[in-house]
């Protein structure tokens, strides 16, 4: 589990790990945690990692609350689903729109391989105060319908649609700050039972 950083420090986690594993082919400041939106032409952005839905875990929904000491209990973690959508972009300086095309292909590519080849995500490569724990990520392709992809480009004024894959991680947990006192259940005054007269 994690503090309430857990969701930016997922992004931070994905973002350092496509950062250390693409430097022999696009440069580590082109990689950025940042909505398709805000990426304006004169930008160096190659690959742009984008947080465009968080969802509550359903399977986890219903945890019992932890038990902290004899006399103190913790209410359950927020277990959620986040889901992120990749994008490339080709360099400014290629003329050549097939060759631009085919570098933005490449690009994606080879973060796609990154995440196929770290499925799950713990110890040293996490990032903030997902390191303090005994986290474990788990990035799954998240195969959305060419209509609900298109949905979420349609959002983004006057972009154009780029090469784009989705992806899940999860679980993501929130540890609770609400914690609740409790006190032993102790027995009551034993009930005496009336004598039996005989008859």
């Known amino acids: 589990m994690s503090d309430y950083t857990a969701i930016a420090d997922v992004g931070e986690t994905l973002v350092e790990l496509l950062r ?34 968080v969802e509550e875990n359903i399977h986890l929904r219903n945890l019992d609350m932890e038990v902290l000491g004899p ?13 992120y959508m990749l ?36 110890g040293s490569v996490l990032k903030g105060s997902l ?19 298109t949905k979420i480009w ?13 992806y899940q991680v999860t679980p993501v947990r929130i540890e609770s700050s609400s914690e609740k006192k409790t006190s032993r259940v102790t027995g009551g005054p034993q009930r005496q039972m009336p004598e039996r007269r005989e008859k």
């Open 20 to 53: 250390e594993n693409m430097q022999d082919i696009i440069p580590s400041d082109s990689i950025a945690l940042v909505s398709p939106g805000e990426i304006e032409g004169k930008d160096n952005i190659r690959l742009s990692l984008f947080l465009f839905q």
């Open 71 to 83: 006399s103190k209990l913790r209410a359950p973690p927020l277990d959620l689903d986040l889901y």
């Open 87 to 122: 994008a490339s972009y080709p360099s400014s300086g290629i003329q050549d729109r097939t060759e631009r095309t085919a570098e933005e292909h490449r690009i994606l590519g080879r973060a796609m391989q990154i995440l196929h080849d770290n499925p799950i995500l713990t």
């Open 131 to 149: 390191s303090a724990y005994d986290t474990e990520l788990h990035i799954i392709n998240s195969a959305l319908s060419l209509d609900d992809i």
């Open 154 to 166: 349609s959002t983004f004024k006057d972009k154009s649609f780029r090469p784009s894959v989705c």
